[in-house]
């Protein structure tokens, strides 16, 4: 058997831009056969980005698919890129005319085959069999004399279906746009090893990297063998061109990131993502001196540069010097555009007029704030960022159009203690290579206040952070009952008090601006319920 | 054969709300039962309410629902109803664990029978794959001779499937949580009859009724004969006990609505039953003269009475006196609690404060007014109201933060036309009953404006609403893409205009409050598209 060279393309696609992730497509060829590839590998719906979601279901957009195809294949040819074999995620539409995930394999300028994905997801982020038809026929590709079986994403992660048909073959390619989460890495490669374990041959699975929405795909692409040795891998967050031969012994590695680097950059890179492919280049947030709002725009100067984040310190008559020193030291570290604007005259306007008090007052605050933030957006060109976080969303611990405004949440999926061991593990990550801590220590210290009357901390009101997000991963992710959470020995009035909140908090959550998914259940189209609902966990007997 | 008592209750329950849904069942059957019948049915999930989403999902609520079974039948028993055939809707658990859409029937304290809906709808609003196992067995029950089929919903609109496999019976009992959208009636009646025809049998048609969230279900219960003939029917949008006995001749029917009538109280229903189901009593909203809020103001006096309406009026320098008047005029007309707030004083903090101009400076005036009503709404324990249209929301023609606030949205599918149209309807509405027409002749005749500078009209921005509903109604509801709406002649530059409009405000509707959906696409979980997407329709060749 010869050993052909495959390359597995790790590019970052933009949803929509046919034109643009065709070009991404054409260069990676060009690289790929410089090095000596005869078949290049791309994500999942390369052409076309991923998730497309309904625009799967317009005509237009299917049109422009297609001819997208075959503007790449001619130009593959016409620039001499002919001979490589190049399969290539895009949109198709099936005989019966609904739209498909398809995989076209292109050579000599033309489509040679195709595949039509069989196994759609449907739950989790995943609306497939919304939008697409399943493929029935399975695909296997002569490379060389290799025998290559092509399945996409979802395909390889079901027992049976086309991949237990393939018949021998030399090498599994997988396409995929898998996005990011906590811990998935080990589980893609344990599966993968199965499959090939299964197949006795080597799995080659490449995955879209970048951010869309709230989703952060990671790359990751790896090359596994029977034996559930990984034989080739691409760093995560970043473009890759993974060259492996068939039949090879394993290569150098990619070096391993421990989790809580992996979460950082998928927040950085989705935070990036939606600023740079929606057109802006700015963001601006407040700068409370507290702990989210300085990890939000640490991210936000990894994402785009410090001086592209504007960073607003809003005080009050309630805001601590200390809180003011903190923002101001934290802006010069991140080299940020700097502003202080008081919202005294604002609020006295709105006291007078309205002459509010408790709650009712304190979220005039948050709002005047949300309006200067808001205002710098409009003015500035800029996106504005909301910096709560998920243990917030979860609680309802934010006022609405007022700290919760923005386009984009960069900590939307983060609970509070995961906020404070970034902010350490980027610290530390600054003084490991050298560089002065972004987050002063002040703002990791201190007790997490809102600021919004004299003295108050955030305990006044919610059960200590390192308790609180114990219950809330067992009721959200875990999806477990009051009943489970009793026996597991949570106190009884914490738990019913946490899960009164979470319940009570959806509509807030329905209209808070989306963030990068990064943990098994991120809220948002990960976990959907009706915000109407009498169902409280506290009547079960 | 003998003609057995079939009851149709079309009822109104509330989503996770298992004990009072119970309840409503028993009193449902108690009157079924002295009006003779023999046979009750219950719309689609009847238990739990619908949809439950991802409810479905958490073991907890599934043995929720199942001891909701046993308690509904064993009152029925202990309450001497246990004689009468009940069938409800569930949430049931397939015997791989996983849940289904459920039919229990009832007989004698327990459950005789169970149904699993075959086909789950995954389309438009629906994501029933998403939780839901599929069922396989047919379900055909005997009562007093005859032979009654049962299937659930989305079974009786594919061809094929368990209605094809039902064999002789007597008649057809489906139950349904079908939502409300314009001409959906004729489109049920229209299959309903296909079916009856099909299976030689009359179709028994149970709808739920109420809103739940987005949705509304509008009833609509009957009774269709093979030759397509309505046997019975039950009036829209309130509780009915439809009774008929199998094989009888037509009754006498309810009597037709028209669309605007339907429509109309479609969106009150759908707000009314947002804010009673969440356990709130009154509503706030700004009334600006505009015909926008005097139709929301007006819808929300029908759903919860004028009193529990708080209407603001929130004059800025350029408010002309007529809308003054005409806010005025409305509230009394409405009995509601009117305010009146100028918004000048908190503008001018801002103006002095943040210096901006154009239109961030027209935005401060939008969002000083969003914080007012959300004061209100904190202050005096009310829901906030939207008041954008569906034409607003489709254009990103609002303020986010500002006219964009709100717990609920009323109009939100309505486009501008419709908003219009639907106010003379509301007016010869209450002239036909005798009453004064709530909204202002003004409100409806004056061009529109936001009234943000001096002399602006909302067409200084836009394309005239009656050409801009066109062209939305084209490219939103039938996906149409450019080359189609050019071909259809519509105006190549305001085509372009429009598509770039809808194509960059998806963060905004993403963020907007929920609101009925009346139409065949209303935006929300029915038209689910990226926001990050450079996908434009004017690349096409």
Redesign the interface.
Known sequence: MSTPRIALAQINT???????NGQLVVESVRRARDHGAVLVAFPEMTLT?Y?????A?????Q??AARGVDDVAATLESQGLGDVTVVLGTLGVADDGRPTNRAVILKGGVVAATYDKHHLP??GVF?E??IFAAGTEPCVLDIADARIGLVICEDMWREGGPVADMGDIDALVVINGSPYEEGKGHVRAELAGRRARELNAPVAYVNLWG???DLVFDGHSFVVAPDGTTLASAPGFQDALLLWDVGAKPGPLAPAQDEDAQVYWACVTGLR??VV??GLTKVVLGLSGGIDSALAATMAADAIGGANVIGVSMPSRYSSDHSKDDAWELAGNLGADYRI??IE??V???D???G?????AE??QA??R???I???A??ENAFALATGNKTELATGYST??GDA?G?FAPLKDLDKTRVWDLSRWRNAHATAHGETPPIPANSIDKPPSAELRPGQVDQDSLPPYALLDEVLDAYVEH??????LLARGFDEAVVDRVLSLVDRAE?KR?????GPKVTALAFGRD???????????K???
Chains 1, 2 share one sequence.
Not at 356 to 360: D, K, P, W
């Open positions: 933009c949803v929509g831009d046919i034109a643009g980005g998730p497309v979601e309904d625009l279901l317009r005509e237009s957009f049109r422009a449907n739950y609306d069999h919304r951010g869309q929405d993502d939606y492919k929606n604007q008081p005259p604002m006295a306007a709105f007078a007029e309205l509010l008090t408790g709650v009712a979220n005039i709002r005047v949300g309006m200067i808001m205002g710098l409009n003015s609405m159009y405004v386009a999806a477990e009952g009051r009943a489970e509509w329905r209209q808070y601006p989306p976990r959907r319920l009706p915000i109407t609902s009498r169902w409280r966990e009547v079960e007997p």
